[in-house]
């Protein structure tokens, strides 16, 4: 059986809190190219960069080259004088020019003027534009997540560097006084030996210098034991940082979805935070079957946006942004009474059965809110009765 319901409560702009635990991205200002366009432009100017430097194309060819570099520096400083006017206030320019985006836009500003005044052939000073493979970084979510992650993180990072380096120069060190004798020309310094000592810390393993002792061939299995230990120590909290970081967006994102269905918005924050860990969202193409009618019914749905509607006789029910079904089949163990298809793309917040037990441990008023509403329904459908969404 399906419940079709649509709780309308006023919207509180508090929530009792929720609005602090909300994402709040910082405005950066307005953008005058958009991101795709953006590469575009640095794409074409360093492949131009690149491509002047092959030897097999004439002068032409080359001086065509360098022209391309030369306008693609000229879009990109028009691009950030305009992004400086718009922004008007001092107290705003400083703010952007302080930020990331605004240090990588600066710099690819300032990097041909600067190859142009520090190198007097005109060709190398072309290669300064490399430094517009920054820009790429700007638009890059996944780039922005891994420096976070590397700074949450960064304690436990460090460490590893310590004892990496300790080991770097106690291994360099024990290699010298072990193979000194028998290879001069390798391990003859300290500084010679920091070389295979790095090799062989990384576990790469070149074999173009390799201990020939006893002592010095027990130090290399140490040392290649201890650069697989430190390794793994490193891909574990890096992995972890990541799973946590991941964890926290997603937290961050369904709160936000959570707090956009009347059903929650009289709900403190606590409860909220409850319903959050256990609701997953999920994004609906136009035209998905979201549950079939006969099928076991495990799941119930929240509409967050978009639109569904649920293929009832004589007239199909059109579920819209606040609307639940499908607790009915979860409530009662009942098949699902009828199919319910996604007219428009749409968001949905996703509970099953193990997490609606679990809610309704911890917050069996919210439950039984659900309940209520479910027999209500049921009673309806008994009297073959059609209860269209109720709107509160």
């Known amino acids: 059986m399906l419940i079709l319901v649509k709780v309308q409560g006023a919207r509180n702009p508090q929530c009792r809190g929720c609005q602090r635990f909300r994402a709040n991205p910082m405005k950066s200002g307005p953008r005058s ?20 430097t092959s030897p097999t194309f004439n002068d032409p060819l080359q001086l065509f080259f360098a022209a391309i570099v030369v306008a693609a520096w000229i879009a990109i400083a028009a691009k950030f004088a305009l992004r400086l006017r718009k922004l008007r206030t001092w107290a705003r320019q400083r703010l ?16 041909l003027p600067c190859g142009w005044l520090m190198v007097s052939e005109p060709k190398d000073a072309l290669l300064f534009a490399l430094a517009w493979a920054l820009r790429y970084i700007r638009h890059t979510a996944g780039l922005a997540l891994f420096w976070r992650v590397m700074q949450r993180s960064r304690t436990a990072l460090l460490s590893i560097a310590s004892l990496f380096l300790a080991i770097f120069f106690v291994a360099s060190t ?8 028998i290879q001069p020309e390798v391990f003859g310094s300290v500084p ?10 990384t ?9 020939v002792t006893v002592w010095g061939r027990l130090l290399g299995g140490w040392v290649m034991v201890g650069g697989v230990v430190m390794f793994a120590l490193q891909a574990g909290i890096i992995a972890t940082a990541f799973a946590e970081e991941l964890q926290r967006r997603h937290f961050l994102h369904t709160w936000d979805l959570v707090t956009t269905v009347p059903f929650f918005q009289d709900l403190g924050a606590a409860a909220i935070a409850d319903i959050v860990r256990l609701l997953e969202s999920r994004d609906v193409a136009e035209g998905t079957v979201i549950v079939r009618k006969g099928e076991p019914g495990d799941t119930m749905y929240f509409v967050v946006s978009g639109e569904a509607t649920v293929q009832l006789s004589p007239a199909p029910v059109v579920l819209t942004p606040g609307s639940f ?6 409530l009662f163990g009942t098949p699902r009474s009828a199919t319910v298809v ?3 793309p749409s968001v949905l917040l996703v509970l099953d059965v193990a997490d609606l037990r679990q809610l309704a441990g911890r917050r069996p008023e919210l439950v039984n809110l659900i309940e209520a509403e479910a027999r209500r329904r049921r009673e309806a459908n008994s009297t073959t009765q059609a209860l269209p969404a109720r709107a509160g």
């Open 325 to 330: 079904f499908g607790e009915m089949a979860l």
């Open 33 to 52: 190219l958009s991101p795709t366009l953006s590469n575009g432009l640095t794409t074409v100017g360093l492949f131009a960069m690149i491509l002047g």
């Open 342 to 344: 996604a007219t428009k």
């Open 96 to 111: 952007y020019l302080t930020s990331a985006e605004g240090l990588i836009d600066a710099a690819s500003v300032l990097a």
């Open 203 to 211: 576990t790469t393993g070149y074999g173009d210098v390799t201990p």
């Open 192 to 201: 010679r030996a920091m070389w295979w000592a790095i090799v062989t810390l």
């Open 174 to 181: 024990l290699a010298y006084i072990f193979e000194r004798q």
